[in-house]
């Protein structure tokens, strides 16, 4: 009895089956026979290609550093170098964005991060501007933190009174005697010869001996 019963069971599990098989099959076909006729949506397929790389300079005026025997230099708070610091350093190479100058275009403004403010000011002939920038005022100088005070009571024992010294006497100079003198216009001084005579004598004699030495030559 149990048997037949199985043997029943078995027929209408077959029977109820087959019929699900046959389905799910014809719908395979169907669905294979549209994306074959291009009735359904066909998946688009992503192009392919490679991204261009984008390469050149940063945009906006940079500042160069150039060569110098000590290797770097300084940047400062502020375009000068009375009541401004130094902040920073730039090595020699280096490149940074250039943001503004003074009033002069002595000094140039840059970007340098990890200071207050993220700028400092460099001096120009330390670098080379490559484009232009515009003129930005300059921060206030910073006051001192310590303010210089004089002491009264110490500065007193530096003080020293001189007493006036007077003044010696002035004595009047003698007056200058201008000497004078007398132009002798005579021919003759009293007890003398004059000199232009004796002179006329002397070369006469010697005339006069002259011819004698010519006469007895002969």
Not at 90 to 102: D, F, I, K, N, Y
């Amino acid at each position: 009895m149990n048997a037949l019963f199985s043997k029943y069971t078995n027929n209408t599990r077959s029977r109820l089956l087959m019929p699900g098989i046959i389905g799910g099959v014809v719908l395979l076909l169907l669905q294979g026979w549209l994306f074959s006729t291009g009735s359904a949506h066909p998946v688009r397929q992503i192009p392919t290609g490679s991204v261009p790389t984008v390469t050149g300079t940063p945009s906006g005026a940079t500042v160069i550093v150039l060569d110098s025997e000590q290797g770097y230099a300084n940047l400062r708070s502020g375009p000068g170098t009375a009541g401004y610091e130094v902040v920073g350093v730039l090595t020699e190479g280096a490149q940074v964005p250039a943001l503004g100058r003074s009033l002069g275009g002595d000094w140039y403004q840059v970007a340098y991060p990890g200071i207050p403010g993220g700028v400092g000011w460099i001096w120009k002939d330390l670098v080379e501007l490559r484009g232009t920038v515009p003129i930005i005022e300059p921060p206030p100088t910073p006051t001192p933190k310590v303010t210089a005070t004089i002491n009264p009571t110490l500065a007193a024992q530096f003080l020293i009174d001189v007493p006036p010294t007077r003044l010696p006497t002035f004595t009047a100079p003698p007056p200058i005697v201008i000497p004078t003198f007398t132009e002798n216009t005579g021919a003759m001084v009293s007890g003398r010869v004059p000199m232009g005579l004796v002179i006329i004598g002397l070369a006469s004699l010697g005339i006069f001996g002259l011819l004698i030495s010519l006469i007895r030559g002969r």
